[in-house]
Nanobody, 123 residues
Framework: VQLQASGGGLVQAGDSLRLSCAASGRTFRDYSMGWFRQAPGKGREFVASISSRSGSSTYYSDSVKGRFTISRDNAKNSVYLQMNSLTPEDTAVYYC????????????????WGQGTQVTVSS
């Protein structure tokens, strides 16, 4: 699985942004997907995950719960991260990731990683 993230940019605090991640391969629907981020000088952290196929199970880190929404469109081989009420603390490089096992995504050990997209939130 090859992953290509996009949609990052420079926004102001309180703004919204939608990240997209396009995946290659005909079995996208069979993969659980996740978003992670890495702020300057910090380690990579889990942001959100969504289960395979229908995406009926989603999970968020406490820091983004209620503000971010992960979704998927299997017809477009894509996963999205809608980010609302952004704060400067959300500034980071955001990565999408995939694995056949949801537990590996939630455990921050997915098999496949995309390149990052920079999100910068100014105060």
């Amino acid at each position: 699985v090859q992953l290509q993230a996009s949609g990052g940019g420079l926004v102001q605090a309180g703004d919204s942004l939608r990240l997209s991640c396009a995946a290659s391969g005909r079995t996208f629907r069979d993969y659980s997907m996740g978003w992670f981020r890495q702020a300057p000088g910090k380690g990579r952290e889990f942001v959100a995950s969504i289960s395979s196929r229908s995406g009926s199970s989603t999970y968020y880190s406490d820091s983004v719960k209620g503000r971010f929404t992960i979704s998927r469109d299997n017809a477009k081989n894509s996963v999205y991260l809608q980010m609302n009420s952004l704060t400067p603390e959300d500034t980071a490089v955001y990565y999408c990731a995939a694995d056949a096992l949801l537990t590996r995504v939630q455990g921050s050990t997915p098999s496949y990683w995309g390149q990052g997209t920079q999100v910068t939130v100014s105060s």
